[in-house]
């Protein structure tokens, strides 16, 4: 790892990408943050794996694929947890918050007015609930598992922030452990 060159490609925002940038500073370790407008996008993309970010560049390999790039990157700083059980818990609660990631973005992209708020009722009012009142259950006193934060505690602390930000949820107070997870996220400063 040490003189390891990393490069996060993604476009000018947090979306799939995120979670990968808090994994480089949870972890200490530097990385080019290479961000490109939705213009500029038609000239990078051609040389994108599958025409699609985010991409990780290690010493000029590229891998793709989010959850390919944020397992990968839990497992090489140790954000992975530290049993296989533990691992396999963190890895479900990943692919819960990816569940609700997937429906927000389909509402976000949706051009229909009528069928976007639909979408968006449905992930305040059935999937949030749901897949958030799972994450609230499997989480444990202090970290979602263990006693130290993983990839799932960053992922978490992402969600939150954004279920709020796009008034898809107007609190989650009726999640306790996951606020106090997101709240140690962010004291550690990252």
Do not use: H
């Amino acid at each position: 790892m040490p003189g390891t060159k990393y490069k996060l490609l993604y476009f000018n925002n947090q979306g799939r990408a995120e979670t990968s940038r808090l994994l480089f500073f949870a972890a200490g370790v530097e990385f080019e943050d290479f961000r490109f407008s939705q213009e500029k996008w038609l000239t990078v993309k051609p040389n994108m794996p599958l025409g699609q970010v985010p991409v990780l560049e290690v010493d000029g390999k590229q891998l793709c694929q989010s959850y390919a790039i944020t397992r990968y990157l839990a497992n090489i700083f140790g954000l992975a947890g530290k049993s296989d059980w533990d691992k396999a818990n963190i890895d479900a609660g990943c692919e819960v918050i990816s569940d609700i990631l997937k429906e927000t973005y389909e509402m976000l992209f949706e051009k229909d007015d009528v069928k976007k708020a639909e979408m968006k009722r449905k992930l305040a009012d059935e999937t949030c609930p749901k897949l958030l009142s799972f994450l609230e259950k499997n989480a444990g006193s202090q970290w979602y598992i263990g006693n130290s934060m993983t990839v799932v505690d960053l992922s978490i602390f992402g969600l939150m922030f954004n279920m709020i930000k796009m008034e898809i949820l107007s609190t989650v107070d009726n999640y306790p452990k996951l606020n106090a997870i997101q709240a140690r996220v962010e004291a550690e400063d990252l």
